[in-house]
């Protein structure tokens, strides 16, 4: 085996800019420190302030509850509509009427669209020459829907339309925007 001669040297000591560095990274810490105390204490001030708004504040109200309850008013004469507009809403009205429009079937008619936001359906009445016609009407109505979304309600041959043809009533639920 053969000797190695190793020759350790040592390393200079850091150079005047380590130290300046350094120094400098302990003033800016000791810096932000003294920041965050003054912050502290400007915190602390402004939550004793809000403390006594809401002491102020609760005393209003228990002072108001002490003379008396509040009446309650009446709605207003506009809110049955507003209820209704919103339950409308939720009925997705340009997704049903683009399905119905997206079919036409020889020897069917439709005669009238009610949307009822109440249950969330849509309800058309038709008219219609043959079985056959309406049966492949709502064949087409529910192609490329994951279940059957439109069924078919009543269909009757002895009544008449307006045009003298039989009717039937085909009924969608319709639930949520999709």
């Not at 560095?21 to 003033?27: D, F, M, R």
């Not at 809110?79 to 809403?89: G, I, P, T, V």
Request: with cysteine.
């Amino acid at each position: 085996m053969k000797r190695i001669e190793v020759d350790f040297v040592r390393r200079p000591p850091p150079g005047r800019g380590w130290w300046g560095v350094t120094l400098l990274l302990l003033c800016a810490a000791v810096a932000l420190a003294a920041w965050g105390w003054t912050l502290r204490a400007d915190a602390a001030g402004v939550r004793a302030q809000m403390q006594e708004w809401n002491a102020r504040a609760d005393a209003l109200v228990h002072q108001a509850s002490r003379r008396g309850t509040v009446t309650a008013q009446p709605p207003p004469v506009y809110a049955a509509d507003a209820h209704a507009a919103l339950r409308l809403q939720r009925v997705p009205i340009d997704a049903a009427l683009a399905s119905l429009e997206s079919v036409a079937t020889v020897g069917v008619l439709p005669v009238s669209v009610d949307i009822s936001s109440a249950d969330a359906t849509v309800r058309v009445q038709v008219e219609f020459s043959t079985y056959e016609a309406l049966l492949k009407y709502l064949e087409d109505l529910n192609a490329g829907e994951p279940s059957e979304r439109w069924i078919l309600a009543t269909a009757q041959g002895t009544a008449q339309g307006a045009s003298g043809r039989p009717i039937a009533l085909i009924v969608s639920r319709w639930r949520g925007r999709e």
